[in-house]
Structures are given as structure tokens and as C-alpha cells.
């Protein structure tokens, strides 16, 4: 490490980057800007250890951020000039708070002398994202002072720890600085003095020694609490829930185990990985937003307690039953958070490492065929209401050959190679998948923006996913995907490959479900903003690559084997009226 210091900002610079190092820092994201130039200019210096990504956007970065923290589980480090640039990372702080999604972002900022007086660029900052971080501090100005630069030291390793630990989430850390930016000397003897003092104070190896990879712990392992009280219960459902998808198999197993010692159905959401290692567990329920659209079978099968593993589902049909029934409802979150939308009789276990139990676990091959000595009506019911709908429901898609939307999420379960990342946009997308997408062997890696369930930075969002992976899926529908076109121009730093799936529906296919579909207008212009955009001329602006999919076949072909690199767009063209009715007509009718 370079020792040839010329000012006191690039000193600090240099250091709080070799202790984010230390520390564990894999990737910094740099947005274009002045102010913010000696942090810059020490993250271009550690190239070799670190990836520095510059991007355009700050909207856009922020969420390809929060993409590369969700993929690898670690803080990503965000850096951006003063004034509005920070302001713009908004969004995604947003997201990663309720997701909870580890992000370290460092705001450059004027000095104090030069605030408050109309110096340009110049915002207030601090507390600049309110209540949706972990912690923030606006740093000392730097000076060539040795206690000050332990200080510095010591409040980015606190930075770092508490963006990952008790629950991952969001650190600011505002960052004035004055003159010179850039690496040349001060202009003031007194401060040239100053630093050379310093730099004889200063061993580098001795003042980052006690710096040490700080990364985070796992939230789940292969092993639940069983409680002996809910053991006395014969009607008993487990609802594996949306969950990110770092700890994929060692999840999957905890839910199969708890299922086979309970002897209780798993109603797996779609964006959790259960449905994708289906070979561990026998009891997997896919079809509960269908099945529970039937009154009195739903009536048949209300459970006496509930059992929810991670955030609950997606689903409106679960989420009013739930409500509906007296069943008492635990949730296993190590976290503060309240996670119960539906105010039941709710009790959250947060503390329960020392309350787990290692059971045996044994797969059967027939989902009828209940092990223990409880009364297996109750499991039995849920596992042939499972059976005799999933058959209604691949029967039906396996007979259309017309493009119809709803169909893209069953398709995409069983057509995709194995293991492949996924990322599934808000709105209809995500609810297909809940609807519709089969339990399959493919292991395949869920991903999402459910935290605060907007469309902000949806592909932006992928693109960090998909970075650094050969081949990656993003199923979207065109409102999304404008919203954050901005993300096309990370094409040039992507290192991978993502295919997008593109529903264009020509606006919100969403609220065509909606009671306020039928008043237009004001609905087309106000509710589904139709924006009639050319989606081959908007790829061939950015130089992304394009294909019309006018066949099922057709897309099937295109996804037997994803290119290794490259971002390319499949557009299905689709009527949002027609596909709005289809699932009118026939949800309801599914549950034979």
C-alpha cells in the first residue's frame, strides 16, 4: 500500500477503503461526481481486491447495489457526490430496510462553512433517509490527526457490522470534506506540517491490524424449533413464506424436517425455494390461493394452529382466511419485526436457538401416506386437494396454445436449467407465480423486491443479481421494465447474462383485476397507462437484444440453454383485457 500521502483527504480515503477491505467488501458501486473524489480515487486504487462498478444513475446503482447484496449476501458500498445524487438512492434504501438487505452508502458533502449560505450543490444530509437505516453518522471533517483517524477506523467497522447484524439493512455515513480534493499537496504550510506528522505517527500493517472479515450469520440452519405444544395438535399448517434465498437448501430441509416431525402441509409461497426442492419434501401445498377460493373446502381444512416460517405469502385468498379463522399462529423470525399483517393470535418466536430439536428425517415417495401416530385426516385432505388441482391446473396449460400471461409462470417452473437465478417482477408477475408455478426438482433461485413491494428499479434490480452468474432469468411486464429502462445503460458493466422476459400488455395488468376497471375513464389513462412504447427500437437504442416470441415452442427453445453473457429482451405481446377476464373466469374454477 502506497504510503506517498498528499493530503489528509486522500489519507482517509485510502484507509476507510482498506478497512471496508479488511472487513470483507466485495464490490463498491461509484456514481460520477465532484465532491466525492478522494473516496473514488482510493477505490479505483483497490481494484484488484475490490470491484468498483461506476454508474451512471444513482436511482439505477442503488438498486443494481441492493441486486449484487441480495446475490452474495454481503454489503455492497455505495458512494455518490453532494446534494441531490444521495437523495436519488432513496428507493432502494427504502426496499433494503423492509427486505432486509445489507447496503453501506457513503454521501460526500460540503464542509459546514458552506452550508446554509446557497453553496452550490449543497443539501442538508444528514439524517438524510430518516427512519429506514440500521444507523447513520455524519463522519468529522478530516484532519491530520492520528486519535481523529482511529476514530474514523472504528465508527466504519461499527458501519459495517451494523449494516449486517442483528437484522441486515441500510448505514449512512455522510462524509464531508474540504479542499483538495484531488491528490495534490495542501497549500498551507501549517497543514503540510501536520500531515507529515501524522504520516511518521502512522504504521499502516500496526493501525489496520485489529481490522478482521466481519460477515454475516446465517438466519436459519437445517434445524426449527419444534415445541412440545404444538405437538398437541392434530390440524396444524405450516406456511413457508417469501424468503431471500441465501441459504436455499439448508431452508428447504428446515421446512421438511418440521413437516415430517409435525405431520403438517406446507403451503409453500411461489417466491420461496420449497417449491423448487420438492424431492424434500412430500407435503408441499402450491395451490392454496386456488383451493381456498372454494368456501367449504376451505371451511373443511382450517387448521387449529398456524406455523409461519419467514414473511407471509403474496396472496389476498390466504392472508383474508388466515384472518377469518381462530387458529393460533406462530412466526419464526429472528428479527424485531412484526410480521403478521393479519393480526391473529399471534406469538413471534425471535429467541429460539436454544429451544431447537433434532428429529429424524425420512422422505416418502407417497404423498398419502402419513407417518406417526396422529389422526391423518387432516393432512390427507390438504395433500388430494393439492393433487386434484394441480392436475386442473396443468391440464389447462398444457391444452392452451394460445399466449395468455398467466400461463409464462407455469411454463417458466418446469422449462428453466437447473439452479438458475430468477428474478420475478411485482404487480401480475408475481402473483402468476403464486398461482400457478409447479413444484419441481430444478432447484431454481427465487428472487424479488417484496420488501416494499413497488416496481422502483426492477431491472436494475435483476442486472445485480445476474452479475457475475452465466445465466439468469427476469419475468417483468412492461410498465416495470420502463420504469427503470435507466438500468439498459449498466449493459456495458454487466459481467454475465440475463434474459428478460417481457410481458407487454401495453399497461398495468394489474388493475384490470381491479373494481376500478369498470369506471373509465378515468382507467386507461390514470390506472393502466397504456404507454404504447416500441420495445425492439428501445433495445436496439441500447444496444440490448431483441426477439418477438409469438409461440410457446418458441420461447420454450429460447430457454432450453441461456447464452453466457449479454442482456437480451423475449417480448410476449399480450392483451391485459383478455388475460384480466381469463383469470376472472377460471381461478375460482380450478378446485374440483
Known amino acids: ?114 452550508r446554509d449560505c446557497h453553496s452550490g450543490q449543497t443539501i442538508d444530509q444528514v439524517k438524510l433517509y430518516g427512519n429506514y437505516v440500521n444507523w447513520q453518522i455524519e463522519l468529522a471533517v478530516p484532519i491530520a490527526d492520528i486519535e481523529v483517524l482511529k476514530y474514523m477506523r472504528q465508527m466504519l467497522i461499527y458501519a459495517w457490522e451494523r449494516s449486517i447484524s442483528p437484522i441486515p439493512g441500510v448505514v449512512h455515513i455522510n462524509v464531508p470534506l474540504r479542499d483538495p480534493l484531488l491528490p495534490i499537496p495542501h497549500e498551507s504550510n501549517l497543514q503540510v506540517r501536520l500531515l507529515e506528522l501524522l504520516k511518521s505517527q502512522l504504521k499502516l500493517e500496526e493501525f489496520l491490524d485489529g481490522v478482521r472479515i466481519n460477515t454475516p450469520l446465517a438466519d436459519i440452519d437445517n434445524k426449527l424449533p419444534i415445541l412440545p405444544e404444538w405437538q398437541e395438535y392434530d390440524r396444524g399448517i405450516i406456511i413457508a413464506g417469501v424468503s431471500q434465498p441465501l441459504k436455499t437448501q439448508k431452508y428447504c430441509l428446515a421446512i421438511a424436517q418440521l413437516s415430517e416431525s409435525l405431520q403438517y402441509p406446507v403451503l409453500a409461497e411461489g417466491l420461496s425455494p420449497v417449491r423448487n426442492y420438492a424431492e424434500k419434501n412430500p407435503n408441499i401445498i402450491s395451490t392454496y390461493d386456488l383451493i381456498l377460493r372454494n368456501s367449504k373446502l376451505a371451511e373443511r381444512l382450517t387448521p387449529q394452529i398456524v406455523i409461519l416460517v419467514g414473511d407471509m405469502p403474496t396472496s389476498k385468498q390466504l ?145 445485480g443479481i445476474a452479475h457475475q452468474q452465466q445465466g439468469s432469468v427476469m419475468l417483468t411486464g412492461d410498465l416495470a421494465l420502463l420504469h427503470d429502462n435507466n438500468g439498459f445503460l449498466l449493459k456495458n458493466k454487466f459481467v454475465g447474462h440475463l434474459t428478460i422476459i417481457l410481458i407487454n400488455n401495453n399497461g398495468g395488468g394489474i388493475f384490470e383485476m381491479l373494481p376500478i376497471a369498470e369506471f373509465n375513464p378515468p382507467f386507461e389513462e390514470f390506472f393502466a397507462a397504456p404507454q404504447n412504447v416500441n420495445f425492439k427500437s428501445l433495445c436496439d437504442a441500447y444496444g440490448v437484444g431483441y426477439q418477438l416470441i409469438t409461440s410457446w415452442k418458441q420461447l420454450k427453445d429460447e430457454l432450453k440453454f441461456l447464452p453466457a453473457e449479454g442482456v437480451r429482451v423475449l417480448e410476449i405481446q399480450t392483451n391485459r383485457q383478455v388475460d384480466a377476464k381469463w383469470r376472472k373466469e377460471n381461478l375460482d374454477k380450478f378446485v374440483i
Open 1 to 114: 500500500m502506497s504510503t506517498d500521502y498528499k493530503n489528509i483527504n486522500q489519507i482517509w480515503s485510502v484507509i476507510a477503503v482498506e478497512t471496508l477491505k479488511r472487513l470483507g467488501l466485495k464490490t463498491a458501486i461509484i456514481c460520477p461526481g465532484s465532491r466525492s473524489t478522494p473516496m473514488v480515487m482510493a477505490f479505483v486504487q483497490s481494484l484488484l481486491d475490490i470491484e468498483v462498478i461506476s454508474i451512471l444513475d444513482e436511482r439505477s446503482a442503488a438498486f443494481f447495489a441492493l441486486g449484487r447484496a441480495k446475490a452474495t449476501g454481503l454489503p455492497t458500498v455505495l458512494v455518490c457526490t453532494s446534494g441531490t445524487a444521495g437523495a436519488n438512492f432513496y428507493p432502494a434504501v427504502i426496499e433494503a430496510k423492509e427486505s432486509r438487505i445489507p447496503l453501506l452508502i457513503l454521501t460526500a458533502d460540503r464542509p459546514p462553512e458552506l
Open 319 to 463: 392472508r383474508q382466511w388466515l384472518s377469518s379463522i381462530s387458529a393460533k399462529v406462530w412466526v419464526i423470525d429472528p428479527t424485531y419485526q412484526n410480521l403478521d399483517p393479519t393480526h391473529s393470535k399471534t406469538i413471534h418466536l425471535r429467541e429460539w436457538e436454544s429451544r431447537r430439536v433434532d428429529r429424524p428425517y425420512k422422505y416418502s415417495q407417497d404423498k398419502l401416506k402419513v407417518k406417526g401416530n396422529k389422526e391423518d385426516s387432516f393432512i390427507k385432505m390438504w395433500l388430494s386437494a393439492e393433487i386434484k388441482t394441480r392436475q386442473s391446473v396443468d391440464k389447462c396449460f398444457m391444452q392452451m396454445e394460445d399466449i395468455c400471461e398467466a400461463k409464462l409462470a407455469w411454463l417458466l417452473s418446469h422449462s428453466l436449467p437447473s439452479a438458475t437465478p430468477v428474478f420475478i417482477s411485482n404487480s401480475m408477475p408475481v402473483r402468476d407465480v403464486e398461482f400457478f408455478w409447479r413444484p419441481n426438482n430444478s432447484h431454481i433461485i427465487p428472487y424479488f423486491n417484496r420488501g416494499a413491494n413497488g416496481i422502483d428499479g426492477t431491472l436494475s434490480t435483476a442486472l
